[in-house]
C-alpha cells in the first residue's frame, strides 16, 4: 500500500496531465465533439456572424454611417402600422397553420384508408401544391383573383352573385393570402401526418375494438397519443415558416390595400429596401 502511494508520488505532474489528456480523448463525447465541430464553425460563419452584423446595421442610421443604438428600435415601436403589422402576422400564422393542420389530418386519413395500390398515386397529387414553386402558384392564383379577369368573380356572375374585389377589399385581401398558404402548406401536413399513422402499431386498434371502443374512441386514445410528437413538431416548424413567409403576400397583395395585409417580412421589405 506505501509502495503504491510512494510510486503514484513519483510520477511527474506531466505524465499524469498527459495520461489524463490521453483518456479524455479516447472518449466517446470527446470524440464526437470533434467530429462535430467542424460544422458548429461552419454554422456559427454562416449564421452567428450575419446574425450580429445585422443587429450591427440595425443600430445605424439610414445612410450607415453613424451609431444610433436603438433609436431604430424606439422608432418602430412608436409607431401604429409596427403593431399592426405584427397583429397581423400572428393572426395570418396561426389561422393558416390551424387549417394546414386540420385539411393534412383530414386528408391524411383519408389517403391512409385507401387501398395500398392507389396511395402513391394520391399521394404524388396531393403533393403536388407544395412541390410547385411558391413563386409560380402565386402567380397563378394573382389571376384567379384579378379584379378585371376573375375566374372567380366570373362563377359568381354565372350564379348572380355580385363581384368580390380579392384584392381590394382588406377583409377579402387577408382571406385570400391565408387561403394560398394553407393550400400551398397542407400537403406538408398531409404527408407528415400520412407518416405518423403508418407508425401507428395495428395492434393497438385490435386491442381497443376488443374493448367495445368507437371510432371516436380510437382516434382520441390511440392515434392521437401516437401522432402527438409528430403533429407538435409539424405545427412548430410551419409556424415558424409561416411567420417568416414573404412571397405569397409580395406577389399577392404587396402588403395592401392600405398595410392591411403586410407581414414581417414584406413590411420590413419596404421600410428597409423599398421605403
Same mark, same amino acid.
Given at each position: 500500500m506505501a509502495d503504491a502511494a510512494l510510486e503514484a508520488l513519483s510520477i511527474?505532474?506531466?505524465?499524469?496531465?498527459?495520461?489524463?489528456?490521453?483518456?479524455?480523448? @479516447?472518449?466517446?463525447?470527446?470524440?464526437? #465533439?470533434?467530429?462535430?465541430?467542424?460544422?458548429?464553425l461552419l454554422?456559427? *460563419?454562416? +449564421?452567428?456572424?450575419?446574425?450580429?452584423?445585422?443587429?450591427?446595421?440595425?443600430? *445605424?442610421?439610414k445612410s450607415m454611417e453613424r451609431f444610433v443604438g436603438f433609436s431604430n428600435f424606439l #422608432?418602430? !415601436?412608436k409607431r401604429e402600422t409596427f403593431w399592426m403589422v405584427v397583429r397581423q402576422s400572428c393572426i395570418f400564422a396561426?389561422? $393558416?397553420?390551424?387549417?394546414?393542420?386540420?385539411?393534412? !389530418?383530414?386528408? $391524411?386519413? #383519408?389517403?391512409?384508408?385507401?387501398?395500398?395500390?392507389? @396511395?402513391?398515386?394520391?399521394?404524388?397529387?396531393?403533393?403536388?401544391?407544395? +412541390?410547385?414553386?411558391?413563386a409560380m402558384s402565386c402567380l397563378a392564383w394573382l389571376w384567379l383573383f384579378d379584379p378585371s379577369y376573375s375566374a372567380f368573380n366570373w362563377i359568381l356572375d354565372k350564379v348572380g352573385i355580385a363581384p368580390v374585389s380579392w384584392t381590394g377589399d382588406a377583409y377579402w385581401a387577408r382571406f385570400c393570402?391565408?387561403?394560398?398558404?394553407v393550400w400551398i402548406g397542407a400537403p406538408f401536413f398531409m404527408i407528415m401526418y400520412l407518416a405518423a399513422l403508418k407508425s401507428v402499431p395495428e395492434q393497438l386498434y385490435e386491442a381497443a375494438a376488443i374493448d367495445g371502443a368507437n371510432w371516436? @374512441?380510437?382516434?382520441?386514445?390511440?392515434?392521437?397519443?401516437?401522432?402527438?410528437?409528430?403533429? $407538435?413538431?409539424t405545427a412548430l416548424f410551419s409556424l415558424i415558416v409561416t411567420f417568416a413567409n414573404f412571397d405569397i403576400v409580395r406577389i399577392l397583395?404587396?402588403?395592401?390595400?392600405?398595410?392591411?395585409?403586410? +407581414? !414581417?417580412?414584406?413590411? $420590413?421589405?419596404?421600410?428597409?429596401?423599398?421605403?
Open positions: 511527474p505532474g506531466g505524465s499524469r496531465r498527459r495520461s489524463a489528456l490521453r483518456k479524455a480523448m @479516447q472518449r466517446k463525447s470527446t470524440i464526437a #465533439f470533434l467530429m462535430t465541430l467542424p460544422l458548429i454554422v456559427a *460563419l454562416l +449564421v452567428l456572424y450575419p446574425a450580429l452584423y445585422s443587429i450591427h446595421l440595425a443600430m *445605424l442610421n #422608432f418602430l !415601436f396561426i389561422t $393558416a397553420v390551424i387549417f394546414k393542420a386540420l385539411i393534412g !389530418f383530414i386528408v $391524411a386519413h #383519408f389517403v391512409h384508408n385507401i387501398p395500398s395500390r392507389g @396511395q402513391r398515386k394520391w399521394r404524388g397529387m396531393l403533393l403536388v401544391p407544395w +412541390v410547385i414553386p411558391p393570402v391565408i387561403l394560398v398558404n371516436w @374512441q380510437r382516434m382520441w386514445y390511440v392515434t392521437l397519443p401516437m401522432m402527438r410528437n409528430i403533429m $407538435a413538431i397583395t404587396a402588403g395592401g390595400p392600405i398595410d392591411r395585409t403586410h +407581414v !414581417f417580412a414584406t413590411w $420590413a421589405f419596404w421600410i428597409g429596401i423599398q421605403g
